[in-house]
């Protein structure tokens, strides 16, 4: 799992100023895992991408009086569009490796109601790629990711 | 499960100071559900404990270096907690899919075994030989028995680990440890 950036904190640190400087490193490192996140020989990498959008989610959360109501609320939303995209296609991932390490357990003679169950998985986890490929380019066409430096900018604007 | 609102957060406040009062209001959050998530069957009070338990450990994730030395201890316990309680619910997920997929297989298998019995005067047992999935009924009866019996086992290990919690003093050492401040 990617590790995040370290945050250099200090308690004296004005709320709002560290709100706006952790959402933009947050949001930088989502969207650099995007890159290869269709693959689906590589689980790694969407999960990576998933566990990037529920830190920044909720550095989001932790940080949701600092910025103006209206436009957090879209931006949120969306970013949880995106993580439930992402576990569309996250979940049947680990489904699979799951019953893969079952069956390779079990007797012969109980793998093939398993071997159903990987089947039907697969088909979810094709699935949900269609539908995060739809939901990265949605992010992509509504500038999600400039929507979020934005937001940081604005709660570091003097009120 | 919609996070409770904290209530005082000021923007222009410090870092430490509103962090604490969320850290406060998660971990209040977190606790209220037990003794009700102690119960194995109440699966719903367990997946919220679950969501509850993941808000307070990314929130002291990264604010734990504003407070004092054992903020860093409860994000360990916090994030085991919410590990376990994942694998539970991955269960609770897992044991009704399996059921349904095993239910679909026979209703399929029924439906063959009554049309190949068709004009007689009873389904001769032998027939079964003949349905389409038969093979397939054992492995999803296997899956189903091995997820509830490991979903005892992890069970039994979330009650120890939060007595365990309980008897460290975990949520009081938390509350104190977030009045504290580092040294500048």
Not at chain 1, 123 to 143: F, I, K
């Amino acid at each position: 799992m990617a590790k995040p950036q370290t945050v250099d904190l200090d308690p004296a640190e004005p709320y709002r100023a560290a709100g706006a400087r952790i959402v933009r490193m947050r949001a930088q490192e989502l969207f650099a895992h995007a890159d290869g996140v269709l693959d689906t020989t590589d689980i790694e990498r969407v999960h990576d991408m998933r566990v990037a959008t529920r830190r920044l989610r909720a550095v989001l959360e932790i940080f949701a009086p600092c910025f103006p109501a209206n436009e957090f609320k879209g931006v949120l939303r969306e970013v949880k569009a995106l993580a439930d995209a992402l576990g569309e296609r996250r979940d049947p991932d680990v489904h699979v490796a799951a019953l893969e390490r079952f069956a390779a357990a079990v007797t012969a003679a109980d793998r093939p109601g398993v071997a159903r169950l990987i089947a039907e998985e697969r088909e979810r986890q094709a699935a949900g790629n269609a539908e995060l490929a739809a939901a990265l380019e949605r992010a992509g066409e509504r500038g999600l990711h400039e929507r979020l430096l934005a937001l940081a900018d604005q709660a570091e604007a003097p009120a | 499960m919609k996070a409770r609102k904290v209530a005082g957060l000021e923007p222009d406040g410090t870092l430490a100071d509103n962090a604490e009062r969320i850290v406060r209001e998660r971990l209040d959050e977190l606790c209220a559900f037990m003794p009700t998530a102690g119960d194995p069957s109440e699966v719903e009070a367990l997946h919220d404990m679950r969501i509850a338990a993941k808000r307070l450990r990314y929130v002291l994730e990264l604010t734990a270096p504003c407070f004092g030395s054992y903020a860093r201890t409860a994000t360990r316990h916090v994030r085991d907690l919410q590990d376990l309680l994942g694998e539970i619910h991955d269960c609770d997920e897992q044991i009704p899919a399996v059921r349904a997929a095993a239910a679909r297989l026979i209703g399929e298998d029924a439906t063959a075994l009554a049309r190949l019995a068709e004009g007689e005067d009873d389904a001769d047992p032998a027939l079964l030989r003949r349905v389409p999935h038969r093979r397939e009924h054992a492995g999803l009866a296997a899956l189903e028995t091995h997820l509830r019996g490991r979903r005892a086992v992890l069970f039994a290990r979330f009650a120890h680990a939060w007595s365990e919690l309980e008897r460290k003093g975990f949520s009081a050492r938390l509350e104190y440890a977030v009045t504290e401040r580092p040294e500048p």
